[in-house]
Protein backbone atom coordinates (compact mmCIF):
# COMPACT_ATOMS: atom_id res chain seq x y z
CA UNK A 1 0.00 0.00 0.00
CA UNK A 2 1.34 3.31 -1.19
CA UNK A 3 1.40 6.23 1.44
CA UNK A 4 3.05 10.07 1.47
CA UNK A 5 2.74 11.86 4.75
CA UNK A 6 4.07 15.25 4.32
CA UNK A 7 5.42 17.41 7.73
CA UNK A 8 7.28 20.41 8.27
CA UNK A 9 4.81 23.42 7.34
CA UNK A 10 4.49 25.66 9.65
CA UNK A 11 4.44 29.85 10.01
CA UNK A 12 7.11 31.59 9.46
CA UNK A 13 8.13 34.88 8.35
CA UNK A 14 8.94 37.02 5.21
CA UNK A 15 12.84 36.20 4.41
CA UNK A 16 12.66 32.64 6.92
CA UNK A 17 13.13 29.09 6.23
CA UNK A 18 11.46 25.96 6.71
CA UNK A 19 12.28 22.33 5.25
CA UNK A 20 9.33 20.09 4.55
CA UNK A 21 9.62 16.04 4.57
CA UNK A 22 7.48 13.86 2.46
CA UNK A 23 7.72 10.00 4.00
CA UNK A 24 6.80 7.51 1.69
CA UNK A 25 6.17 4.09 1.37
CA UNK A 26 5.37 1.71 -0.93
CA UNK A 27 6.81 3.30 -3.79
CA UNK A 28 9.84 1.85 -5.60
CA UNK A 29 11.17 5.44 -5.59
CA UNK A 30 13.68 4.64 -8.50
CA UNK A 31 10.48 4.07 -10.63
CA UNK A 32 9.13 7.42 -9.59
CA UNK A 33 8.95 11.13 -9.65
CA UNK A 34 8.23 12.50 -6.88
CA UNK A 35 7.31 16.52 -6.84
CA UNK A 36 6.23 18.97 -4.55
CA UNK A 37 2.88 20.90 -5.77
CA UNK A 38 1.26 23.70 -3.88
CA UNK A 39 -2.46 25.42 -3.96
CA UNK A 40 -3.04 29.11 -2.43
CA UNK A 41 -6.41 29.81 -1.88
CA UNK A 42 -8.40 30.75 -4.89
CA UNK A 43 -5.55 29.52 -6.84
CA UNK A 44 -4.81 26.39 -9.22
CA UNK A 45 -2.41 23.99 -8.34
CA UNK A 46 0.88 24.34 -9.45
CA UNK A 47 4.19 22.81 -9.31
CA UNK A 48 7.01 23.85 -7.47
CA UNK A 49 10.10 21.45 -7.84
CA UNK A 50 10.55 17.53 -8.84
CA UNK A 51 13.22 14.76 -8.62
CA UNK A 52 13.34 11.98 -11.08
CA UNK A 53 13.58 8.64 -9.69
CA UNK A 54 16.00 6.88 -12.50
CA UNK A 55 18.98 9.61 -12.26
CA UNK A 56 17.93 12.44 -9.86
CA UNK A 57 17.39 15.32 -12.35
CA UNK A 58 15.96 18.00 -10.43
CA UNK A 59 13.27 20.62 -11.72
CA UNK A 60 12.27 23.92 -9.90
CA UNK A 61 9.33 26.19 -10.89
CA UNK A 62 10.77 29.73 -12.06
CA UNK A 63 9.42 31.15 -9.08
CA UNK A 64 11.48 29.37 -6.31
CA UNK A 65 15.00 28.92 -8.32
CA UNK A 66 17.36 29.91 -6.37
CA UNK A 67 15.27 29.63 -3.16
CA UNK A 68 14.32 26.15 -2.45
CA UNK A 69 16.45 22.81 -2.90
CA UNK A 70 14.51 19.53 -3.51
CA UNK A 71 16.44 16.54 -2.15
CA UNK A 72 15.81 12.64 -1.41
CA UNK A 73 17.01 10.12 1.02
CA UNK A 74 16.59 6.88 -0.49
CA UNK A 75 17.83 5.05 2.63
CA UNK A 76 14.11 6.54 4.07
CA UNK A 77 12.75 7.07 1.19
CA UNK A 78 12.06 10.61 2.14
CA UNK A 79 12.10 13.76 -0.41
CA UNK A 80 12.70 17.07 1.40
CA UNK A 81 12.01 20.73 -0.01
CA UNK A 82 14.46 23.19 1.78
CA UNK A 83 12.54 26.34 1.55
CA UNK A 84 14.82 29.68 2.04
CA UNK A 85 14.35 33.42 1.71
CA UNK A 86 10.55 32.30 1.94
CA UNK A 87 7.57 35.53 0.38
CA UNK A 88 4.11 35.99 1.33
CA UNK A 89 3.50 34.77 -1.86
CA UNK A 90 4.84 31.30 -1.25
CA UNK A 91 2.23 30.54 1.39
CA UNK A 92 -0.06 27.37 0.58
CA UNK A 93 -0.76 24.02 0.78
CA UNK A 94 2.25 22.35 -0.24
CA UNK A 95 1.23 18.51 -1.41
CA UNK A 96 4.15 15.64 -1.87
CA UNK A 97 2.87 13.89 -4.71
CA UNK A 98 4.39 10.58 -6.90
CA UNK A 99 4.14 9.25 -10.65
CA UNK A 100 5.65 6.92 -12.42
CA UNK A 101 8.33 7.67 -14.07
CA UNK A 102 7.58 6.83 -17.79
CA UNK A 103 3.91 8.19 -17.62
CA UNK A 104 5.10 12.21 -17.33
CA UNK A 105 7.23 14.54 -18.69
CA UNK A 106 9.18 14.96 -15.06
CA UNK A 107 10.24 18.94 -15.83
CA UNK A 108 6.56 19.25 -16.44
CA UNK A 109 4.99 18.56 -12.96
CA UNK A 110 1.78 18.24 -14.59
CA UNK A 111 -0.70 17.24 -12.01
CA UNK A 112 -2.79 15.55 -13.85
CA UNK A 113 -0.02 12.75 -14.38
CA UNK A 114 0.47 12.13 -10.63
CA UNK A 115 -1.88 9.23 -8.83
CA UNK A 116 -0.22 9.16 -5.96
CA UNK A 117 -0.60 12.54 -3.02
CA UNK A 118 -0.14 13.17 0.32
CA UNK A 119 -2.47 14.93 2.35
CA UNK A 120 -0.75 18.28 2.30
CA UNK A 121 0.85 20.92 5.18
CA UNK A 122 -0.19 24.24 5.30
CA UNK A 123 3.29 26.86 4.78
CA UNK A 124 2.28 30.46 5.57
CA UNK A 125 4.23 32.92 5.67
CA UNK A 126 3.21 36.62 7.09
CA UNK A 127 4.83 38.99 9.70
Known amino acids: QVHLVESGGGLVQPGGSLRLSCATS????????VAWLRQAPGKEREGVSVIAGSDGSRFYAYSVKGRFTISKDSATNTVYLQMNSLKPEDTAVYYCAAAREYTTVVAAMDSRDYNFWGQGTQVTVSS
Open 26 to 33: GLPLEYFA
